[in-house]
């Protein structure tokens, strides 16, 4: 794990990752003030008005437990807990700033279909609010975008056969490059200032021994398990072709350690096919 790990820090060091953008950073200091001042957040959210647009559509896209259409970022305040808000913005500042290209977008809307899937799980997990469980499966693959911009003959290739085979090829991923994206996305998720339990969602989401490994950590065992699910539901949403054994596997394993009704899962299975027509 460390010899991973520290190629990965050394993979990093030869691209360019971003720091977090100052409007989170100062989000960030003025939610842990011992007294969060409202009309600052406010002005704080709403300062870049790309970034707030995208926040307030995935406001009012089930992210969140609100039941009423918040249409600015007063009413977001009054609305929204802090912890949502904080995941929200820094979702909506890690689509606005992280990709750069067809492959690293095509990367991110695979993860945005999984987060709308987790979300929708999230309320029969326990303790997982949706919000956490849509920047979760969101940031997965952040390391994948950093890793392909090394330009690595076969890594693109290897990288998105992931899809339909995420144990062997994560396997060939790590073989071919001496770590892997989620070692990667573990480093980026800790510069962005994402929380532990993301980070350590990120490292385990293609580990098929996480549950033994979050024995003492329930979040992050229900994270993981919500990531798996969802990419599984994403991937069959693709078509029958991309159902694998492995991609069942995956399916199995998330579900071991959630034991999801199956309304849930065709409650989640309608909110992507519905976000893809959208996307579409």
């Known amino acids: 794990m460390q010899l991973m790990l520290n190629e990965a820090v050394e993979a990093l060091r030869r691209v360019h990752l971003p720091s977090l953008p100052e409007e989170v950073i100062r989000l960030k ?109 969101l940031t997965q693959n952040v390391g994948a975008i950093f890793l392909l911009r090394l330009e690595r003959e076969g890594y693109e290739e290897v990288f998105f056969k992931q899809l339909s085979k995420p144990f062997s090829a994560y396997r060939e991923e790590a073989e071919l490059m001496g770590t892997t994206h989620c070692y990667a996305g573990l480093i980026a998720a800790k510069k962005w200032g994402m929380a532990p339990e993301i980070g350590h969602t990120i490292l385990l989401h293609h580990d098929t021994d996480f549950i033994g490994k979050t024995a003492n950590h329930p979040k992050e065992r229900k994270l993981v398990a ?29 579900n071991v350690a959630l034991s999801l009704p199956d309304t849930a899962l065709k409650s989640a299975s309608q909110a992507v096919l519905k976000y893809s027509k959208k996307k579409g």
């Open 29 to 137: 200091e003025e939610l842990n003030a011992k007294y969060p001042n409202t009309v600052t957040i406010a002005k704080l959210i709403s300062r870049n008005p790309e970034m707030f647009n995208h926040f307030l559509k995935l406001v009012n896209s089930n992210l969140t437990e609100a039941d009423e259409l918040i249409k600015d970022a007063t009413a977001a305040v009054n609305i929204l807990g802090l912890e949502e808000i904080y995941n929200i913005f820094l979702a909506s500042a890690f689509s606005h700033y992280i990709t750069r290209d067809k492959n690293e977008r095509e990367i991110l809307n695979f993860c945005a279909k999984a987060g709308v899937a987790a979300a929708e799980l999230s309320p029969y997990a326990g303790g997982i609010a949706r919000s956490e469980a849509y920047l979760a499966a």
């Open 226 to 254: 919500l990531i798996m699910i969802a990419n599984y539901l994403v991937t069959a949403s693709l078509g029958e072709t991309f159902v694998t054994q492995e991609i069942k596997k995956l399916y199995t394993l998330g």
